[in-house]
């Protein structure tokens, strides 16, 4: 055999090796789920990837502070019933304490002022429930066809819906978007969790300041495990 058929035969073979490398190495990503609603368009909830973990935290912040700039009555507690999870109240005032006779005068003004209080209070709570809902409607537009997927065949999807709970429909959400499975053991959420994390890379068309954001969502999720 002549050098150059030799050569031919190797080349040949180191050029299919490199191919075939090549074509190995190539992982497929799912893409975003991109959001009608304008200012928020890329903050979605995803799953089926990795990467989509990370998004979460981002996404539930911008979705928060978008919500918190539209509803200009109770939005801010809106926002925060979005970023903790948590059931907002609005505080009422302190009781009037018992008074002598020589008070009574005094005790009297303060009983108008908390009847006023109260009265404004009143209001407040009839704009939170009907800004929780606005919110609640929001918030599901926000998810992907896969994430809402899962939410109405999961359980208590039905009353999380008709009640519109809005920190119910937030966790179940977050369970989604970082993988959390109610049929898996705990332990083995922590584990995936640290994997993704210990195995997250910089790729080369990711800058430094999205590989550190998306990183810290890693920690971020491992630590919530």
Same mark, same amino acid.
Request: charged residues 30%; contains cysteine; glycine residues 6%.
């Given at each position: 055999?002549?050098?150059?058929?030799?050569?031919?035969?190797?080349?040949?073979?180191?050029?299919?090796?490199?191919?075939?490398?090549?074509?190995?190495?190539?992982?497929?990503? *799912?893409?975003?789920?991109?959001? *009608? @609603?304008?200012?928020?368009? /890329?903050?979605?909830?995803?799953?089926? /990837?990795?990467?989509?973990?990370?998004?979460?935290?981002?996404?539930?912040?911008?979705?928060?502070?978008?919500?918190?700039?539209?509803?200009?009555?109770?939005?801010?507690?809106?926002?925060?019933?979005?970023?903790?999870?948590?059931?907002?109240?609005? *505080?009422? *005032?302190?009781?009037?304490?018992?008074?002598?006779?020589? $008070?009574?005068?005094?005790?009297?003004? $303060?009983?108008?002022?908390?009847?006023?209080?109260?009265?404004?209070?009143?209001?407040?709570?009839?704009?939170?429930?009907?800004?929780?809902?606005?919110?609640?409607?929001?918030?599901?537009?926000?998810?992907?066809?896969?994430?809402?997927?899962?939410?109405?065949?999961?359980?208590?999807?039905?009353?999380?819906?008709?009640?519109?709970?809005?920190?119910?429909?937030?966790?179940?959400?977050?369970?989604?978007?970082?993988?959390?499975?109610?049929?898996?053991?705990?332990?083995?959420?922590?584990?995936?969790?640290?994997?993704?994390?210990?195995?997250?890379?910089?790729?080369?068309?990711?800058?430094? $300041?999205?590989? @550190?954001?998306?990183?810290?969502?890693?920690?971020?999720?491992?630590?919530?495990?």
């Amino acid at each position: 055999m002549s050098e150059r058929e030799s050569t031919g035969r190797g080349g040949g073979g180191r050029g299919r090796g490199r191919y075939q490398q090549k074509k190995s190495s190539y992982t497929y990503t *799912p893409k975003s789920f991109i959001s *009608p @609603v304008a200012g928020i368009e /890329h903050d979605t909830f995803n799953t089926g /990837h990795p990467k989509f973990a990370s998004q979460f935290k981002t996404s539930r912040r911008n979705v928060a502070n978008f919500i918190q700039r539209s509803l200009h009555d109770e939005g801010h507690a809106v926002a925060k019933t979005i970023k903790t999870g948590e059931i907002q109240t609005i *505080p009422r *005032p302190a009781a009037v304490p018992n008074t002598t006779a020589e $008070e009574i005068a005094a005790e009297h003004d $303060e009983n108008i002022v908390r009847d006023a209080m109260m009265a404004a209070i009143g209001k407040r709570v009839v704009k939170l429930a009907g800004d929780t809902k606005k919110g609640f409607a929001i918030v599901y537009d926000q998810c992907s066809e896969a994430v809402k997927s899962r939410l109405e065949t999961s359980d208590n999807w039905e009353k999380i819906e008709d009640d519109q709970s809005l920190h119910l429909l937030i966790k179940a959400i977050q369970k989604i978007c970082v993988g959390h499975d109610d049929t898996n053991q705990d332990m083995y959420n922590v584990v995936q969790a640290c994997k993704n994390m210990f195995l997250f890379r910089q790729n080369d068309e990711a800058s430094t $300041e999205d590989y @550190v954001r998306d990183f810290k969502s890693y920690w971020d999720t491992c630590e919530a495990y």
